[in-house]
């Protein structure tokens, strides 16, 4: 229950188009849910996080939609860039859970040129 | 955003030997700290929870007498990784939350150091 679930594994898009990754939960108690950007060799840098009393946030080019129902989340990057090319790691966390991040398994984004 | 900052970066030490990460906070509190091990193409494992001026809490199958961890300051945590032998070689992370109402950052919102490569021969 305290999983959360990604995919794809790995993606490949071309410059300019559309990446979309998905992440499922099963614990209701989850409230936070954030996305990271990794690059090798560094650590994880905050993207953008949304709460479940909203459907969708959207930041520049990085898009959070959120369907509480179906307990899903996903990300989508628009216009998609090489520089974008990196891990990416959806996680959760609940209220009652001292902060504890959930992670994803994790997504290699490849954007050809 | 937030600056959380490690160090060393890299680390290379006998077998044996005992080694000392540090975690900053540089502009906010950190009520609470995390630390991370990372193998190459997986995903981020928690091994231990710190608060500020509490003992830290392990993740189940990791050994606290192995990886002494140290929160003695709003803004300094350390862990430290005993007797290293080779299989604890990894890409070990921080994260730092400030947990209070009202803080500079969101409650929940926790941000990342750069990483500490530990190889140990």
């Known amino acids: 229950q305290q999983q959360v679930k990604q995919s794809p594994q790995s993606l490949i898009v071309q410059k300019g188009g559309i990446s979309i990754i998905n992440c499922a939960y099963e614990?209701?108690?989850?409230?936070?849910f954030p996305w990271y950007q990794q690059f090798p060799g560094k650590g994880p840098a905050l993207l953008i996080a949304i709460r479940p009393d909203v459907s969708e946030k959207k930041e520049g080019r990085f898009t959070i939609s959120f369907n509480k129902s179906a307990k899903q989340f996903s990300l989508h990057i628009m216009d998609s860039q090489p520089g974008d090319s990196a891990t990416y790691f959806c996680a959760a966390s609940g209220y009652n859970q001292g902060g504890k991040l959930i992670f994803g398994q994790g997504t290699e984004l490849s954007v050809k040129p | 955003g937030a600056v959380v900052s490690q160090h060393p970066s890299r680390v290379i030490c006998k077998s044996g030997t005992s080694v000392k990460i540090e975690c900053r906070s540089l502009d906010f509190q950190a009520t609470t700290m995390f630390w991370y091990r990372q193998f190459p193409k997986q995903s981020l494992m928690l091994m231990a929870t710190?608060?500020?001026?509490?003992?830290?809490?392990?993740e189940q199958g990791v050994e606290k007498d192995k990886f002494l961890i140290n929160h003695a300051s709003l803004t300094l945590s350390t862990l430290t990784v005993t007797s290293a032998h080779p299989e604890d070689s990894s890409f070990y992370i921080c994260?730092?939350?400030?947990?209070?109402?009202?803080?500079?950052?969101?409650?929940?919102?926790?941000?990342f150091g750069p990483g500490t490569r530990l190889t140990v021969l």
């Open positions: 710190s608060n500020e001026g509490s003992k830290a809490t392990y």
């Open positions: 994260s730092a939350r400030d947990g209070t109402s009202g803080g500079r950052i969101g409650r929940d919102t926790q941000y």
């Open positions: 614990n209701t108690a989850f409230d936070y």
